[in-house]
């Protein structure tokens, strides 16, 4: 760690110019070792929360906050990187300024931050922010005001991650499962929850056909996940199909669509899954 001088205005001015080294060494980084183009970009609030539903909003009040669980920004997503270092020098003044006024100890007012599950986001105080980062602060005060969403917001690292959750989410919208029934529903590929929507739309207008009643798209939820998900990755995981693939989901999207394409039926008998478990054999070597 680099030792104060002990004049404000001159440890300000290191701190900052520490603080874009960084950055653009983290830019050359990621560019030497082709990660994704976002990795280092904060995160912008309204398109989290576009992902994930907003539902509501709580007030908590005055609260200490972890420093590093604040990733992303309300309207400042180009000034400062994922870690809060300038991309910049346009605001070197104003960051210089706040950063030897608290190293004269002067008092400096919270900062106001959204809280979506583990993550904050700055509404007001970005530069205090990037100031407590650089000076190795672990806490900030802040008003925090935690906004509630449709979905979780676990497993959002980039801005990419979003596009995921904006199709689970529209996905939960279509086939309402709750609880330990959409958790089991977890893809990696973002169309694969548009495919799978129209899959379970297809199935209950089937039995609607079939029993000569409606159903809303709740029961046709409950009742495909009970009598159509459930068994087929039961027997799916007996016959040994596709062992190579960890989520049941995954397994089910990919028997479903073989299934089809090899008999276009909409059936399960024992002759379909052995197809099935030899056509998995052939496509793991």
Excluded at 37 to 50: H, Q, R
């Amino acid at each position: 760690m680099v030792r104060d001088t002990g004049f404000p205005e001159a440890d300000a001015e290191n701190d900052f110019s520490r603080m874009r080294r960084r950055a653009e060494l983290a830019r050359l980084q990621a560019w030497f070792t082709r990660q994704p183009g976002d990795v280092n970009m904060i995160l912008p609030f309204d398109e989290v929360v576009a992902a994930l539903g907003r539902l509501g909003e709580t007030f908590l009040g005055l609260q200490q906050v972890e420093v590093d669980t604040i990733v992303g920004s309300v309207d400042r997503t180009k000034d400062f990187d994922r870690y809060f270092r300038p991309t910049s020098s346009h605001i070197r003044a104003r960051w210089q300024r706040l950063a030897a006024a608290q190293r004269r100890g002067e008092s400096m007012p919270p900062v106001r931050l959204y809280r979506i599950g583990t993550m904050h986001f700055v509404v007001d105080g970005h530069h205090r922010v990037s100031i407590a980062i650089a000076r190795h602060l672990r806490i900030i005060d802040a008003y925090v005001t935690e906004i509630h969403t449709r979905i979780s917001p676990e497993g959002i690292t980039a801005s990419s991650d979003l596009l995921l959750k904006d199709h689970r989410r529209l996905f939960l919208s279509r086939v309402p499962l709750r609880g330990a029934q959409a958790e089991a529903i977890r893809l990696d590929d973002p169309e694969h929850y548009a495919e799978l929507a129209e899959a379970v739309e297809a199935w209950g207008f089937r039995l609607s056909q079939e029993i000569g009643e409606f159903l809303s798209r709740v029961e046709t939820a409950r009742r495909w996940f009970g009598e159509e998900f459930v068994p087929v990755v039961r027997m799916a995981r007996r016959a040994e199909i596709r062992p190579d693939v960890e989520s049941d989901a995954e397994l089910y999207m990919w028997i479903a669509c073989e299934r089809y394409r090899l008999v276009r039926k909409h059936i399960w008998d024992d002759e379909i899954l052995q197809e099935l478990h030899d056509q998995g054999r052939r496509r793991r070597r």
